[in-house]
């Protein structure tokens, strides 16, 4: 089974990468923050992968992390998420956020942070709750926190007259290590201006 793709990187788009390795050019749909986290054309890269077996093909789909894989492949075993779906859910934030609204049981914060439906976004928190064991080392509750910062900065953000496309954008664009509401505030307003 295909776990990893090593090779020079010939073309790189926002929703797939073409890895040439021993002769062959493997196609690799991955999200748009891959993407923009692959080195420049013609340099080595690596990513771990996971084969998507249709009726009428074979999907491979790459990742920059082994955490990344392991998220998809989780979200992948959750009746009614296919790998498009879980794809576009890696790719849409840091992970530790998505594990620690799940792990919390947070399917208001996956609706919200993600744009998963409410459904959704409960099955995943039903199914996925209690398979995180690997991710334990992970501060979770600090990421909750984090989240829960942010949906308070998108009220104040609203309340300033910013329209929800730009908070979710400038959100979605904040540095991973920054905490507490007042300092994610001042970077958003950076980032929005």
């Not at 692959?38 to 789909?61: M, N, Q």
């Amino acid at each position: 089974m295909l776990y990893s793709l090593s090779g020079k990187l010939i073309i790189k788009k926002p929703q797939f990468a073409v890895i040439e390795t021993s002769g062959f050019g493997l196609k690799v749909l991955i999200s748009e923050k891959t993407s923009k986290n692959l080195p420049k054309i013609e340099s080595k890269t690596k990513l771990f992968c996971s084969l998507a077996v249709r009726r009428d093909g074979v999907d491979v789909y790459g990742f920059l992390s082994e955490k990344d894989l392991e998220v998809f492949e989780l979200l992948n075993s959750v009746s009614g998420i296919g790998p498009k779906s879980a794809l576009e859910i890696t790719g849409v934030s840091n992970i530790e956020k998505f594990l620690a609204a799940v792990s919390g049981a947070r399917a208001d914060i996956l609706e919200k942070s993600w744009g998963i439906g409410k459904k959704k976004a409960e099955r995943i928190v039903l199914e996925l709750k209690d398979k995180l064991g690997k991710f334990k080392k992970i501060n979770l509750k600090g990421e909750i926190l984090d989240l829960d910062f942010d949906k308070d900065l998108e009220s104040v953000l609203k309340n300033l007259g910013y329209k929800q496309k730009e908070i979710e954008e400038a959100v979605k664009n904040l540095p991973e290590n920054l905490a507490g509401l007042e300092k994610r505030l001042r970077a958003v307003l950076k980032i929005i201006k």
